[in-house]
């Protein structure tokens, strides 16, 4: 009896190894890319908040300067009405790099 229940542990290891085998022996996905660091600091004219140009997800143009934004929908925002979040003095804009 304990040589069938041996034989039987045996097999089911050999199986679960076989299983395994493809996903034990594939190499390990690579972390996330961090992203770059470029070292300008720059403000999102929708909310304010200052980083570093290079961890920006998204960017918009608008009269020839380039603003940076890490949330999307602040980007939306800023595309359909810039105006509202550009200051009258350029040099104060917010999004640019400074």
Same mark, same amino acid.
Do not use: W
């Given at each position: ?6 034989? @039987?542990?045996?097999? $089911?290891? +050999?199986?679960?190894?076989?299983? +395994?085998?493809?996903? +034990? ?5 690579? *972390? *996330? ?10 403000? +999102?004219? @929708?909310? %304010?908040?200052?980083? &570093?140009? %290079? ?8 009269? %020839?300067?380039?603003?940076?934004? $890490? @949330? =999307? &929908?602040? !980007? ?15 040099? =104060?804009?917010?999004?640019?790099? !400074?």
């Amino acid at each position: 009896m304990q040589r069938i229940i041996a034989i @039987v542990a045996f097999l $089911l290891l +050999c199986t679960a190894l076989q299983a +395994c085998r493809g996903e +034990c022996t594939a190499p390990a996905p690579s *972390p *996330p890319a961090l992203k770059q660091r470029i070292g300008r600091t720059v403000t +999102c004219p @929708v909310c %304010g908040l200052r980083f &570093d140009a %290079g961890e920006a997800d998204f960017t918009a143009t608008h009269d %020839g300067r380039t603003y940076y934004f $890490l @949330v =999307e &929908d602040h !980007r939306d925002a800023f595309a359909e009405a810039p105006g509202d979040y550009i200051r009258i003095n350029r040099s =104060e804009s917010r999004g640019q790099i !400074r």
